[in-house]
């Protein structure tokens, strides 16, 4: 072959990267692939959503679904579109996208794969935190859900600190949060056990993670949370893919190492903490997404933007097919989550060690 040929191939593989510059003279970099690829997701996202809205005892085409939402529906279709299944859905989408992002950080910031908050122990320290208030002092939804977010934050702080050692190191960091996840779900038994019939059971429930029941007292705060914290992470990725090249380099290029860790690792673990208050700790959202839209983008770094959409289109069709396949017995979403979670944790491990890395 020669090598004028092979330049062409080349530069007919490389990525597509275009530079855009507005009337005020920014100039962007946008790369074409990850774009149509967030466009796809947010798609995927979108139908899924529509389906979930016309699934149930009383199923809508996605036409009438669509009618309804823009006004055109009988009382019969809006009361059930707008009271009973749209804020289940949007609950579903957020948790999504919270999960996503707080994964994508996780994961950037410890620069390892198993980088997550539902194995690094903020799962578990949001359920000490629900369970506390339920087996204790009986709370009702809003304190279950504050309890949640105090023991995921908690769970953090302690971690960070623990991990800290002039710095934080992302072996360090997955080694420390695997104990405190294992630490913290024997406490997690150990309330289950101090817990009557009544109790155990609204917590095991909560504790599979679910979006059965979901209204509009879930969705504004955790819309809320979101609208501060995802853009605030979003700003953060340019940093988090220079750390991914390793403190030294991140360091030559004028990233403030320690305080973008501090900051994200914050951020994170708050909207972790407020989806898990919103629909319980669902598992291996956070975990699976990332990788997924990192291998979609095949661009380096956090992939912050894609991991979100990819997260919001899991949970969403997760929870389409948890109630449409498995017949009069639907499986709370966790529960599938967990089912098909658990596969790509064994494919991961499995991966990892024919790689030489574990």
């Given at each position: 072959?020669?090598?004028?040929?092979?330049?062409?191939?080349?530069?007919?593989?490389?990525?597509?990267?275009?530079?855009?510059?507005?009337?005020?003279?920014?100039?962007?970099?946008?790369?074409?692939?990850?774009?149509?690829?967030?466009?796809?997701?947010?798609?995927?996202?979108?139908?899924?959503?529509?389906?979930?809205?016309?699934?149930?005892?009383?199923?809508?085409?996605?036409?009438?679904?669509?009618?309804?939402?823009?006004?055109?529906?009988?009382?019969?279709?809006?009361?059930?579109?707008?009271?009973?299944?749209?804020?289940?859905?949007?609950?579903?989408?957020?948790?999504?996208?919270?999960?996503?992002?707080?994964?994508?950080?996780?994961?950037?910031?410890?620069?390892?794969?198993?980088?997550?908050?539902d194995v690094l122990g903020f799962?578990?320290?949001?359920?000490?935190?629900?369970?506390?208030?339920?087996?204790?002092?009986?709370?009702?939804?809003?304190?279950?859900?504050?309890?949640?977010?105090?023991?995921?934050?908690?769970?953090?702080?302690?971690?960070?600190?623990?991990?800290?050692?002039?710095?934080?190191?992302?072996?360090?960091?997955?080694?420390?949060?695997?104990?405190?996840?294992?630490?913290?779900?024997?406490?997690?038994?150990?309330?289950?056990?101090?817990?009557?019939?009544?109790?155990?059971?609204?917590?095991?429930?909560?504790?599979?993670?679910?979006?059965?029941?979901?209204?509009?007292?879930?969705?504004?705060?955790?819309?809320?949370?979101?609208?501060?914290?995802?853009?605030?992470?979003l700003l953060c990725g340019r940093?988090?893919?220079?750390?991914?090249?390793?403190?030294?380099?991140?360091?030559?290029?004028?990233?403030?190492?320690?305080?973008?860790?501090?900051?994200?690792?914050?951020?994170?673990?708050?909207?972790?903490?407020?989806?898990?208050?919103?629909?319980?700790?669902?598992?291996?959202?956070?975990?699976?997404?990332?990788?997924?839209?990192?291998?979609?983008?095949?661009?380096?770094?956090?992939?912050?933007?894609?991991?979100?959409?990819?997260?919001?289109?899991?949970?969403?069709?997760?929870?389409?097919?948890?109630?449409?396949?498995?017949?009069?017995?639907?499986?709370?979403?966790?529960?599938?989550?967990?089912?098909?979670?658990?596969?790509?944790?064994?494919?991961?491990?499995?991966?990892?060690?024919?790689?030489?890395?574990?």
């Amino acid at each position: 072959m020669r090598p004028e040929e092979g330049t062409r191939r080349k530069t007919a593989g490389a990525r597509r990267v275009r530079s855009v510059r507005t009337k005020g003279g920014l100039s962007l970099r946008l790369d074409v692939r990850a774009v149509v690829v967030c466009l796809v997701l947010t798609a995927l996202a979108l139908a899924a959503a529509i389906a979930l809205i016309g699934s149930g005892d009383y199923p809508m085409t996605p036409a009438e679904v669509l009618g309804t939402l823009t006004g055109g529906g009988n009382p019969g279709q809006e009361f059930i579109v707008q009271d009973l299944r749209l804020p289940r859905v949007l609950v579903g989408l957020l948790v999504g996208a919270a999960f996503g992002i707080s994964g994508a950080v996780f994961q950037a910031v410890s620069r390892n794969p198993l980088g997550s908050p539902d194995v690094l122990g903020f799962a578990q320290g949001s359920s000490v935190g629900a369970l506390v208030v339920i087996v204790f002092f009986q709370g009702g939804t809003f304190a279950v859900a504050a309890g949640s977010v105090v023991g995921g934050v908690a769970t953090g702080i302690a971690i960070f600190l623990l991990a800290w050692k002039r710095g934080i190191q992302g072996y360090r960091f997955v080694l420390v949060g695997i104990g405190a996840s294992a630490m913290l779900y024997a406490v997690v038994l150990y309330l289950l056990t101090k817990a009557n019939i009544v109790e155990a059971t609204r917590a095991t429930t909560w504790m599979n993670g679910s979006l059965n029941g979901r209204d509009w007292d879930q969705v504004g705060p955790l819309a809320a949370a979101c609208a501060v914290l995802l853009p605030l992470l979003l700003l953060c990725g340019r940093p988090l893919r220079m750390l991914e090249m390793g403190d030294d380099a991140a360091y030559a290029l004028g990233v403030r190492v320690d305080r973008i860790r501090l900051v994200t690792l914050l951020g994170a673990v708050l909207l972790f903490a407020s989806a898990a208050a919103a629909a319980g700790p669902i598992s291996f959202v956070a975990l699976t997404a990332p990788p997924l839209a990192r291998r979609l983008t095949r661009s380096p770094g956090p992939n912050l933007l894609p991991a979100a959409l990819m997260g919001a289109a899991l949970l969403v069709a997760a929870d389409w097919s948890s109630q449409r396949l498995f017949g009069a017995d639907q499986l709370p979403v966790g529960v599938l989550t967990s089912i098909l979670g658990g596969g790509y944790l064994l494919w991961l491990l499995a991966t990892e060690r024919r790689a030489g890395r574990m």
